[in-house]
T-cell receptor, first 112, second 112 residues
Framework: TQLLEQSPQFLSIQEGENLTVYCNSS?????LQWYRQEPGEGPVLLVTVVTGGEVKKLKRLTFQFGDARKDSSLHITAAQPGDTGLYLC????????????FGKGTHLIIQP | DAGVIQSPRHEVTEMGQEVTLRCKPI?????LFWYRQTMMRGLELLIYFNNNVPIDDSGMPEDRFSAKMPNASFSTLKIQPSEPRDSAVYFCASRSSYSPLHFGNGTRLTVT
Protein backbone atom coordinates (compact mmCIF):
# COMPACT_ATOMS: atom_id res chain seq x y z
CA THR A 1 0.00 0.00 0.00
CA GLN A 2 1.40 3.34 -1.09
CA LEU A 3 1.21 5.77 1.82
CA LEU A 4 1.33 8.81 -0.46
CA GLU A 5 -0.61 8.76 -3.72
CA GLN A 6 0.41 11.24 -6.39
CA SER A 7 -1.68 12.15 -9.39
CA PRO A 8 -1.46 12.28 -12.26
CA GLN A 9 1.41 9.87 -12.82
CA PHE A 10 2.23 11.43 -16.19
CA LEU A 11 1.39 14.86 -17.57
CA SER A 12 2.42 16.39 -20.87
CA ILE A 13 1.27 19.93 -21.65
CA GLN A 14 2.21 22.86 -23.84
CA GLU A 15 4.39 25.73 -22.73
CA GLY A 16 2.34 28.50 -21.16
CA GLU A 17 -0.40 26.30 -19.75
CA ASN A 18 -1.21 25.97 -16.06
CA LEU A 19 -1.25 22.68 -14.19
CA THR A 20 -1.88 21.18 -10.77
CA VAL A 21 -0.51 17.94 -9.35
CA TYR A 22 -1.75 16.30 -6.21
CA CYS A 23 -0.38 14.35 -3.28
CA ASN A 24 -2.91 12.53 -1.11
CA SER A 25 -2.74 10.31 1.95
CA SER A 26 -4.94 8.88 4.66
CA UNK A 27 -2.18 9.60 7.18
CA UNK A 28 -1.40 12.84 8.97
CA UNK A 29 2.09 14.23 8.52
CA UNK A 30 4.01 16.70 10.65
CA UNK A 31 5.39 18.18 7.44
CA LEU A 32 5.30 17.55 3.74
CA GLN A 33 8.03 18.26 1.24
CA TRP A 34 8.08 18.62 -2.54
CA TYR A 35 11.12 17.60 -4.57
CA ARG A 36 12.03 17.87 -8.23
CA GLN A 37 14.23 15.25 -9.87
CA GLU A 38 15.95 15.45 -13.25
CA PRO A 39 17.32 12.44 -15.15
CA GLY A 40 20.57 11.11 -13.73
CA GLU A 41 20.34 13.19 -10.58
CA GLY A 42 18.94 12.89 -7.09
CA PRO A 43 15.80 14.68 -5.94
CA VAL A 44 16.25 18.31 -4.92
CA LEU A 45 14.07 19.93 -2.29
CA LEU A 46 11.72 22.67 -3.52
CA VAL A 47 9.69 23.47 -0.41
CA THR A 48 8.56 22.23 3.00
CA VAL A 49 5.06 22.90 4.31
CA VAL A 50 4.34 22.42 7.98
CA THR A 51 1.10 24.11 9.01
CA GLY A 52 -2.34 22.89 7.90
CA GLY A 53 -3.68 25.24 5.22
CA GLU A 54 -0.24 26.73 4.57
CA VAL A 55 0.46 28.16 1.11
CA LYS A 56 3.98 28.78 -0.14
CA LYS A 57 5.04 30.35 -3.41
CA LEU A 58 8.26 29.81 -5.31
CA LYS A 59 8.13 32.04 -8.39
CA ARG A 60 5.54 30.38 -10.65
CA LEU A 61 5.06 27.40 -8.30
CA THR A 62 2.41 27.46 -5.56
CA PHE A 63 2.36 24.77 -2.88
CA GLN A 64 -0.54 24.15 -0.54
CA PHE A 65 -0.81 21.89 2.50
CA GLY A 66 -4.28 20.59 3.31
CA ASP A 67 -6.03 21.76 6.46
CA ALA A 68 -5.86 18.26 7.94
CA ARG A 69 -2.20 17.86 6.94
CA LYS A 70 -2.99 14.75 4.89
CA ASP A 71 -2.67 16.13 1.38
CA SER A 72 -0.92 18.74 -0.70
CA SER A 73 -0.98 20.26 -4.15
CA LEU A 74 1.52 21.90 -6.46
CA HIS A 75 0.26 24.43 -9.00
CA ILE A 76 2.47 25.71 -11.79
CA THR A 77 1.47 28.84 -13.66
CA ALA A 78 2.58 29.42 -17.25
CA ALA A 79 4.66 26.26 -17.41
CA GLN A 80 8.01 26.40 -19.18
CA PRO A 81 10.16 23.63 -20.70
CA GLY A 82 12.58 24.07 -17.80
CA ASP A 83 9.84 22.83 -15.45
CA THR A 84 10.10 19.37 -17.01
CA GLY A 85 11.00 16.71 -14.47
CA LEU A 86 9.74 14.25 -11.87
CA TYR A 87 7.92 15.94 -8.99
CA LEU A 88 7.89 13.98 -5.75
CA CYS A 89 6.06 14.63 -2.54
CA UNK A 90 7.37 13.24 0.73
CA UNK A 91 5.80 13.09 4.17
CA UNK A 92 7.50 13.21 7.52
CA UNK A 93 5.74 11.61 10.48
CA UNK A 94 7.83 12.97 13.31
CA UNK A 95 10.07 15.98 13.75
CA UNK A 96 13.02 14.88 11.64
CA UNK A 97 13.67 11.60 13.44
CA UNK A 98 12.39 9.22 10.76
CA UNK A 99 13.12 8.82 7.10
CA UNK A 100 10.77 10.47 4.64
CA UNK A 101 8.05 8.48 2.88
CA PHE A 102 7.87 9.36 -0.81
CA GLY A 103 5.09 9.17 -3.35
CA LYS A 104 5.86 7.65 -6.75
CA GLY A 105 5.90 11.07 -8.34
CA THR A 106 4.39 12.92 -11.29
CA HIS A 107 6.38 12.84 -14.52
CA LEU A 108 5.87 16.29 -16.06
CA ILE A 109 6.80 17.20 -19.64
CA ILE A 110 6.40 20.75 -20.88
CA GLN A 111 6.52 20.91 -24.65
CA PRO A 112 7.79 24.09 -26.32
CA ASP B 1 30.30 22.04 -0.51
CA ALA B 2 30.71 18.88 -2.58
CA GLY B 3 27.34 17.47 -1.63
CA VAL B 4 26.60 13.80 -1.02
CA ILE B 5 29.01 11.70 -3.05
CA GLN B 6 28.11 8.23 -4.27
CA SER B 7 30.20 5.69 -6.10
CA PRO B 8 30.15 4.09 -8.50
CA ARG B 9 27.66 5.99 -10.71
CA HIS B 10 26.95 2.86 -12.69
CA GLU B 11 27.44 -0.80 -11.82
CA VAL B 12 26.75 -3.75 -14.09
CA THR B 13 27.22 -7.17 -12.59
CA GLU B 14 26.14 -10.74 -13.05
CA MET B 15 23.63 -12.50 -10.87
CA GLY B 16 25.25 -14.01 -7.80
CA GLN B 17 28.05 -11.46 -7.56
CA GLU B 18 28.60 -9.22 -4.56
CA VAL B 19 27.89 -5.54 -5.05
CA THR B 20 29.08 -2.73 -2.78
CA LEU B 21 27.73 0.80 -3.08
CA ARG B 22 29.47 3.67 -1.33
CA CYS B 23 28.38 6.97 0.08
CA LYS B 24 30.11 9.99 1.58
CA PRO B 25 27.57 12.26 3.32
CA ILE B 26 27.86 16.01 3.65
CA UNK B 27 30.26 16.93 6.41
CA UNK B 28 28.40 17.77 9.63
CA UNK B 29 25.27 15.84 8.72
CA UNK B 30 24.42 13.29 11.41
CA UNK B 31 21.72 11.28 9.62
CA LEU B 32 22.24 9.11 6.55
CA PHE B 33 19.61 7.36 4.47
CA TRP B 34 19.72 4.71 1.77
CA TYR B 35 16.85 4.72 -0.76
CA ARG B 36 16.10 2.56 -3.80
CA GLN B 37 14.18 3.94 -6.81
CA THR B 38 12.34 1.92 -9.47
CA MET B 39 9.57 2.85 -11.85
CA MET B 40 7.24 0.32 -10.26
CA ARG B 41 7.77 1.17 -6.60
CA GLY B 42 9.16 4.72 -6.63
CA LEU B 43 11.59 5.77 -3.90
CA GLU B 44 11.73 3.27 -1.05
CA LEU B 45 13.61 3.85 2.21
CA LEU B 46 15.90 0.90 2.88
CA ILE B 47 17.71 1.91 6.07
CA TYR B 48 18.80 5.01 7.94
CA PHE B 49 21.47 5.86 10.47
CA ASN B 50 21.63 8.53 13.17
CA ASN B 51 25.11 9.33 14.47
CA ASN B 52 26.45 6.23 12.68
CA VAL B 53 23.96 3.90 14.42
CA PRO B 54 21.36 2.02 12.34
CA ILE B 55 17.93 3.15 13.52
CA ASP B 56 15.47 1.46 11.17
CA ASP B 57 16.34 -1.26 8.67
CA SER B 58 12.77 -2.48 8.16
CA GLY B 59 12.94 -1.41 4.53
CA MET B 60 15.83 -3.72 3.71
CA PRO B 61 14.20 -6.24 1.41
CA GLU B 62 16.14 -9.37 2.35
CA ASP B 63 19.09 -10.67 4.31
CA ARG B 64 21.10 -10.35 1.11
CA PHE B 65 21.16 -6.62 1.81
CA SER B 66 23.37 -5.13 4.51
CA ALA B 67 24.52 -1.61 5.33
CA LYS B 68 27.27 -0.23 7.51
CA MET B 69 28.39 3.19 8.67
CA PRO B 70 31.83 2.77 10.27
CA ASN B 71 32.29 6.52 10.74
CA ALA B 72 30.53 9.82 10.16
CA SER B 73 31.94 10.26 6.67
CA PHE B 74 31.35 6.89 5.03
CA SER B 75 28.63 4.31 4.51
CA THR B 76 28.26 1.19 2.38
CA LEU B 77 25.30 -0.79 1.09
CA LYS B 78 26.15 -4.35 0.15
CA ILE B 79 24.13 -6.89 -1.78
CA GLN B 80 25.36 -10.47 -1.63
CA PRO B 81 24.42 -12.37 -3.72
CA SER B 82 22.87 -9.96 -6.20
CA GLU B 83 19.79 -10.86 -8.27
CA PRO B 84 18.27 -9.30 -11.42
CA ARG B 85 15.34 -7.93 -9.37
CA ASP B 86 17.83 -5.80 -7.42
CA SER B 87 18.35 -3.67 -10.52
CA ALA B 88 17.43 -0.10 -9.59
CA VAL B 89 18.92 3.29 -8.81
CA TYR B 90 20.21 3.43 -5.25
CA PHE B 91 20.36 6.82 -3.57
CA CYS B 92 22.17 7.93 -0.47
CA ALA B 93 20.97 11.07 1.34
CA SER B 94 22.09 12.95 4.41
CA ARG B 95 20.80 15.67 6.69
CA SER B 96 21.43 17.34 10.02
CA SER B 97 18.73 17.71 12.67
CA TYR B 98 15.69 19.50 11.20
CA SER B 99 17.53 20.46 8.01
CA PRO B 100 16.61 19.45 4.46
CA LEU B 101 17.51 16.10 3.04
CA HIS B 102 20.31 16.22 0.45
CA PHE B 103 20.56 13.40 -2.07
CA GLY B 104 23.53 12.12 -3.99
CA ASN B 105 23.23 11.48 -7.72
CA GLY B 106 22.68 7.77 -7.20
CA THR B 107 24.20 4.49 -8.35
CA ARG B 108 22.44 2.80 -11.25
CA LEU B 109 22.73 -0.93 -10.63
CA THR B 110 22.07 -3.48 -13.35
CA VAL B 111 22.19 -7.16 -12.46
CA THR B 112 22.13 -9.49 -15.46
Amino acid sequence: TQLLEQSPQFLSIQEGENLTVYCNSSSVFSSLQWYRQEPGEGPVLLVTVVTGGEVKKLKRLTFQFGDARKDSSLHITAAQPGDTGLYLCAGEKRGGADGLTFGKGTHLIIQP
Amino acid sequence: DAGVIQSPRHEVTEMGQEVTLRCKPISGHNSLFWYRQTMMRGLELLIYFNNNVPIDDSGMPEDRFSAKMPNASFSTLKIQPSEPRDSAVYFCASRSSYSPLHFGNGTRLTVT
